[in-house]
């Protein structure tokens, strides 16, 4: 299986704050990684596919970045709203594996 | 509108069955695989397996293999996440998901399974 390590495991930021968020592969994916974000009580939403690529209508402050073995998620300005959990995914080989989550909080 | 719309929430006893559904629209239903995910109470993403509907053709995470059976009903664009004995440990959010990728979600299944 590839196993996806995200960190970190928990964040606290400040609105307005740059905010990166790191995957790594334990072998290489090419691009086929997916970052979601999940608020509580709700389904994941999907916010970039293909490492890099832009959900439509997600706010152009969330951005991917990275191929091979790791990748980034920067959320450029933080807004009230996107306080929430973030996993990663890789579709490259099944099992399709998850990173274990970011839990990002307001300081 | 590409939606994934499931069934409700169920509360069930250790040893019984159950099925669970992901109705389809908005898409040709045949043409893209459908996914599941399993959440436990406050805890990480777990892809279950996946279903193309087009030729039935199955995926399972070899930690779900031999638990969980996944299916499909063209005629009903639906697709299903079975068990044929629940355990406690099965309790938990079950998401459907399309694609691969999974890129659109269905609002969740909460199952719990309790004496």
């Known amino acids: 299986d590839i196993q996806m390590t995200q960190s970190p495991s928990s964040l606290s930021a400040s609105v307005g704050d740059r905010v990166t968020i790191t995957c790594r592969a334990s072998?290489?994916?090419?691009?086929?990684l997916g970052w979601y974000q999940q608020k509580p009580g709700k389904a994941p939403k999907r916010l970039i596919y293909?490492?890099?690529t832009l959900q439509s209508g997600v706010p152009s402050r969330f951005s991917g970045s990275g191929s091979g073995t790791e990748f980034t998620l920067t959320i450029s300005s933080l807004q009230p709203e996107d306080f929430a959990t973030y996993y990663c995914?890789?579709?490259?080989?099944?099992?399709?594996?998850f990173g274990q989550g970011t839990r990002l909080e307001i300081k | 509108e590409v939606q994934l719309v499931q069934s409700g929430a169920e509360v069930k006893k250790p040893g019984e069955s159950l099925n669970i559904s992901c109705k389809a629209s908005?898409?040709?239903?045949?043409?893209?695989?459908i996914g599941w995910v399993r959440q436990m109470p406050g805890k990480g993403l777990e892809w279950v397996g996946i279903?193309?509907?087009?030729?039935?053709?199955?995926r399972y995470n070899p930690s779900f293999q031999g638990q969980v059976t996944i299916s499909a009903d063209k005629s009903l664009t639906t697709a299903y996440l079975q068990w044929n004995s629940l355990k406690a440990s099965d309790t938990a959010i079950y998401y459907c998901?399309?694609?691969?990728?999974?890129?659109?979600w269905g609002q969740g299944t909460m199952v719990t399974v309790s004496s």
């Open positions: 998901a399309r694609r691969v990728a999974l890129d659109i």
């Open positions: 908005g898409y040709i239903f045949t043409n893209f695989w």
């Open positions: 279903i193309y509907p087009g030729d039935s053709t199955i």
């Open positions: 072998q290489g994916i090419r691009d086929d």
């Open positions: 293909g490492a890099s």
């Open positions: 995914l890789q579709h490259n080989n099944y099992p399709i594996t």
